[in-house]
């Protein structure tokens, strides 16, 4: 079994690069279908496991997609098929944003059901909310959610119940090419989608707003391939801004942007740590003692709820008690269990988990539950007395490119392994000492 082996104790110095944002690219691509004419160049592409399959997803689409050197070439001008089943949608529910640009430039999607996963049921009511204002005529059944239209999606005003990230990208693809114009109300403000807006209007498209409240959509006839550079991963960047945090290191985060980063840095910023906006990117200096805070996920701008596992491995430093509620996904205190195995003080009160740090957490054997969780075990390693050996890495290989060699290149003592017996004696954990080593 792949495992992660961390022992606690170095602290953190130099600087990383971050990558191209998986939850950037993933829209990006899927939206490479709505050109029929040309070949689009996607640039900074993160070589993650998400990447490989909606690559998958696209060539079974009967789209040329060639991946090398961190760029992709797609060239969707063939005639396309319009079935993704569910051996992608099941590997990555984002796998679903292929159903907006098929509808609307075929006129028929059929995609497998999502279906629920770890940390939540993520249901897709706000996504064909809006296709069927479009005109669409959506089934379930068989497993398969399938939407049609006899000619072109017609343009509408369609509000949004929540700001779904998912449905605000899978409707401005369908939009692209629709009849007329689009208004969609109450829409995510991530980042993401103002890459793809870009990458949409680089293809010809016509989208406003992106990054506000309302985006206005007017449908082209035509789109065609472009070359589009991905935004730096926000998220990755957050996890190693912890990572130099909890080890009261002095790390340059390159590639980070700050202003994508504002709710993250806040609250590290409440917490004692240093934060500085340099020329590449952002230096993260950890203090001594860490100072509780408060947390509430929410949509962009608020708390993201990717960087909540890692903030709570962070709060188990802390100097008090901390409470973060989750407010974006019903269940995703997964890791909470795992953090408890390496001496975690945390109690869960509905939607709000109760941190009390500090705690020495102690290294152990902890499974990734998603992907956040699986990268928040691995900070907690870092500071941990001992080993920690993190299991189900499939998850974490979802969402950060060479995870371990880059903290190591910061001073971890860390490893990627192939290890079958079971392990970690008391002996071996008691060999690091946190305290002695971070002297
Ligand atoms: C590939 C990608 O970009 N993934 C990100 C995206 O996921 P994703 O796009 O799936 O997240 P959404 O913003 O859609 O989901 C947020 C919440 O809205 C609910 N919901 C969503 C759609 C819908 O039709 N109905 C509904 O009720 C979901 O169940 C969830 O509770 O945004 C999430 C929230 O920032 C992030 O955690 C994910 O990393
Ligand atoms: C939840 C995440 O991704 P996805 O929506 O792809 O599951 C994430 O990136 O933390």
Do not use: W
Request: glycine letters at 10%; a negative charge; charged letters at 25%.
């Amino acid at each position: 079994m792949e495992k992660i082996i961390v022992r606690g104790g170095r602290r953190l110095e130099g600087s990383v690069k971050v990558e191209g944002a998986k939850n950037a690219v993933l829209p990006v691509i899927a939206a490479s279908i709505l050109a029929s004419k040309g070949t689009s160049t996607i640039k900074d592409v993160p070589t993650l496991a998400d990447v490989y399959t909606i690559n998958e997803v696209l060539r079974y689409l009967n789209i040329g997609v060639t991946f090398e050197n961190g760029q992709i070439e797609v060239d969707a001008s063939g005639a396309l098929k319009t079935e993704a089943p569910f051996e992608y949608v099941r590997k990555m529910r984002a796998s679903f944003l292929v159903m907006g640009p098929l509808l609307a430039r075929v006129g028929l999607a059929r995609i497998a059901l999502p279906g629920g996963c770890a940390i939540g049921s993520r249901p897709i009511d706000q996504h064909l909310k809006g296709f069927e204002a479009m005109g669409a005529q959506v089934k379930i059944g068989n497993g398969f959610i399938e939407a049609s239209i006899d000619g072109r999606l017609q343009g509408a005003k369609i509000y949004l119940d929540f700001p779904s990230v998912g449905a605000t990208e899978n409707i401005i693809m369908a939009a692209a090419l629709a009849e007329g114009t689009t208004i969609i109300e109450n829409v995510a403000k991530e980042p993401e989608i103002v890459c793809l807006a870009n990458y949409i209007n680089s293809m010809g498209g016509k989208v406003v707003g992106a990054g506000t409240g309302t985006i206005r959509i007017e449908g082209v006839e035509e789109l065609v391939g472009a070359e589009h550079a991905v935004v730096p991963d926000r998220i990755e960047a957050g996890t190693y801004m912890v990572a130099a945090a909890i080890t009261e290191g002095n790390v340059l985060v390159e590639g980070a942007i700050a202003e994508h980063l504002r709710p993250l840095i806040a609250k590290m910023e409440e917490m004692g740590v240093s934060i500085t906006d340099e020329d590449k990117g952002l230096r993260v200096i950890g203090p001594k003692e860490l100072k509780p805070v408060d947390i509430k996920t929410m949509p962009h701008p608020g708390f993201p709820t990717d960087l909540q596992s890692q903030m709570m491995a962070l709060l188990l430093r802390a100097n008090g008690s901390s409470v973060i509620t989750e407010t974006v996904f019903e269940n995703r205190f997964m890791h909470v269990e795992e953090f408890r195995r390496m001496n975690g003080d945390i109690k869960i009160e509905g939607r709000s988990a109760v941190i009390n740090g500090p705690v020495s957490l102690q290294g152990a054997e902890v499974a990734a539950t998603d992907l956040r969780a699986g990268a928040a075990l691995v900070l907690a390693g870092l500071v941990a007395d001992g080993y920690t050996r993190v299991t189900e890495l499939k998850h974490i290989d979802r969402g950060y490119v060479r995870f371990t060699e880059k903290l190591s290149a910061l001073g971890a003592d860390i490893e990627r392994v192939n290890e079958e017996a079971p392990s970690v004696s008391t002996e071996e954990t008691s060999q690091a000492s946190l305290k002695s080593n971070l002297a």
